[in-house]
């Protein structure tokens, strides 16, 4: 007369599911942290060199034009000639000419992460680089020099090997 039929889950079937969600979450969650940090330095590294050899073509530009002066410093600044600089989208909150596709991330505040600011204005010369400095993701800086047309870092520093290598 009456068939055993099931319409339910039982409580065992319930807490087997929750725990086996349980264990793929905690080993997921924190697979996807990384990712996302490790897509961070990613784009960093792309930066930097897309930074040099935009520097590069530029050099390479004002020589077939005749000017063999260096480049001071990356951004815009009103105090000195437009030939002293080379403008790119975030340095100095300047994005009216493109020279990467996408702008850099300007750092807001000092506690900013996975940003680019600069840190001091020189000349381009060996004794007085422009210095610019890369926010880490994770914790610390990374400070580049705009020396005599490079763009370089201290390479005994770890911050600076993990972006340029």
């Given at each position: 007369m009456?068939?055993?039929?099931?319409q339910a889950f039982t409580m065992m079937e319930l807490v087997f599911v929750i725990v086996v969600i349980?264990?793929?979450?905690?080993?997921?969650?924190p697979k996807f942290a990384v990712t996302r940090g490790d897509a961070i330095m990613t784009q960093a590294k792309t930066t930097?060199?897309?930074?040099?050899?935009a520097i590069a073509t530029e050099r390479q530009k004002r020589i077939l034009r005749g000017s063999?002066?260096?480049i001071k410093y990356l951004g815009e600044d009103n105090e000195e000639g437009a030939g002293d600089s080379f403008i790119f989208?975030?340095?100095?909150?300047?994005?009216?000419?493109p020279v990467l596709e996408y702008a850099l991330k300007p750092c807001a505040t000092t506690s900013s992460t996975s940003c680019w600011y600069r840190s001091a204005k020189g000349d381009g010369t060996?004794?007085?680089p422009s210095k610019y400095k890369f926010m880490l993701p994770t914790s610390g800086e990374v400070e580049f020099e705009l020396k005599d047309n490079k763009f370089t870092c201290?390479?005994?520093?770890?911050?600076c090997l993990t972006l340029t290598q």
């Open positions: 009456y068939k055993n039929s099931r349980g264990i793929l979450s905690a080993i997921a969650i930097v060199a897309s930074i040099r050899s063999f002066d260096k989208n975030g340095f100095d909150n300047n994005t009216s000419t060996s004794s007085n201290d390479t005994t520093d770890a911050n």
